[in-house]
């Protein structure tokens, strides 16, 4: 299978193993979570919901203010390319100055 988009992974993983691989965080000190093809598919489907439902339409924006890479923040991530919304990833530890301009420059 060709792949042209980095969201096609999640299908075609979903097709073949959906409970098996999957990502692994680090959520305590040496403890690590799994989530699995599946999940990771049905928190895309949720997140891709919950953007339409706020009147995104593809070519929009979003700003996405995150601590650390989770799951949850690549499935978001994901949902927003799927629609062909553009997510702009801004670490929460950024200067002020610096998201200011990220969010007005970001195109």
């Not at 073949?16 to 959520?27: N, S």
Request: proline share 4%; no cysteine.
């Amino acid at each position: 299978m060709d792949f042209t988009r980095i969201f096609d992974l999640i299908d075609f993983h979903l097709g073949r193993h959906p409970d098996e691989g999957g990502l692994y965080e680090l959520t305590a000190p040496e403890h690590w979570d799994k989530t699995t093809i599946r999940n990771l598919a049905k928190n895309i489907k949720a997140y891709r919901a919950l953007l339409l439902s706020q009147g995104l339409v593809k070519g929009d924006r979003i700003g996405i203010l995150f601590h650390h890479a989770t799951a949850g923040l690549l499935a978001l991530d994901l949902a927003a390319m799927t629609e062909g919304i553009v997510p702009i990833l801004i670490h929460d530890l950024t200067p002020g100055s610096d998201m200011r301009f990220i969010s007005t420059d970001a195109h």
